[in-house]
């Protein structure tokens, strides 16, 4: 069976390289971000932007977005994602996909006050799975939460 046939020659892990590959092109694209670095040598890369904090709408020493993505078992498979951000004093937030108790579906929000208060969570639904699209959509939705801040 063809189908058969595409999953066997099928590669999880190459498969999510290549995705790490178009967001790292799309966060060195982005206007708020200074500087992207990935794929470092351990078993879960990732995609690390630095953002410039003269470009943010709020004062702070440092900021980051991580992305973590695995693109699944399968080719027909959803993807797993993670954009997190994090302020060095500030907001520690995230877009995620995947599964999660604490939701309904597989995409959801999280967002903490600071590092001793425990995650609150929230559904939230993207228009598209495809990495390079997502960098944009998450990157918008960041931008909208510090200018609410």
Do not use: K
């Amino acid at each position: 069976m063809a189908g058969d046939d595409r999953d066997r020659s099928y590669d999880a892990g190459a498969a999510s390289h290549r995705a790490l590959r178009a967001i790292r092109r799309e966060l060195e694209r982005h206007p708020l971000v200074a500087s992207v670095r990935g794929f470092p040598a351990e078993t879960r890369p990732r995609v690390v932007a630095e953002l410039d904090p003269h470009r943010l709408d709020r004062a702070v020493g440092s900021a980051t977005v991580t992305v973590r993505w695995f693109a699944g078992e399968t080719a027909a498979s959803d993807p797993e994602f993670a954009f997190h951000y994090s302020e060095a004093d500030g907001i520690d937030c995230g877009w995620h996909f995947g599964p999660n108790p604490h939701v309904d579906g597989r995409g959801h929000f999280q967002e903490r006050a600071d590092a001793t208060e425990a995650y609150r969570y929230e559904a939230e639904e993207f228009g598209t799975l495809v990495p390079a699209r997502v960098v944009w959509e998450v990157m918008q939705a960041l931008e909208e939460r510090i200018e609410e801040g």
